[in-house]
């Protein structure tokens, strides 16, 4: 892969561009659907979005948005990661996902497709991370732990091992997760504690968190 290009241009995405960077890939064009954005890091930001690239690698923090322009727009990127991550040969990652410096991933786990696995997280083996999800910076998940699709894990959490997190939940920051969790819950907490359902994705606001 000589080139790549990106979608999203705001503080999440400066740190995929510098991932892409070290990878020594030329960032083609940088492109984004709000047209007060002009520049991020020096890049011109391009809102001709009528003729863009299906290889495109979307660096949107919040997992329903990303989702959103991953489907609307067909993308299609490769998964990426900065050169500090220690990644298991008998792990499988998904198109579009980015690993982050210093994220550990151990062996038998399987990373769906446009996560974000961020700074320091420690996927433990046997995990598996369903599609658009958000591991955060210092999370730690133990061995044998399913994440549900579009679940955002908050910055610092830890969830034992064994454990099932739903679909579209919110894990508060620096909450431990010692019980299986069901769709669609907010969890705060030490231990963890459900204090809200979702009943929709309008509902579902996560912050882009570093």
Sequence with gaps: ????????????????????????????????????????????????????????????????????????????????????????????????????????????????????LNTNCSVDHDCIVEDYVHISPNVSLAGNVKIGEGTHVGIGATIIQGLNVGRNCIIGAGAVIINDIPDNSVVVGNPGRVIKKLNSKKENKQEDER
Aim: hydrophobic residues 40%.
């Design 1 to 116: 892969m000589n080139s790549l290009s990106v979608f999203g241009a705001s503080g999440h995405a400066k740190v995929v561009l510098e991932i892409i960077e070290l990878n020594g890939i030329q960032i083609d064009q940088i492109y984004d659907e709000d047209p007060s954005k002009d520049k991020i890091m020096n890049f011109p930001i391009n809102h001709n979005l009528a003729k863009i690239n299906s290889n495109t690698f979307v660096a949107i923090g919040n997992n329903i948005i990303r989702k959103t322009i991953v489907e609307k727009y067909s993308l299609t990127g490769p998964y990426i990661k900065h050169p500090s991550v220690n990644l298991s040969k008998h792990s499988q990652v998904g198109e579009g996902t980015v690993l982050m410096a210093g994220v550990s991933i151990n062996p038998d786990c399987r990373i769906g497709i446009h996560c974000i």
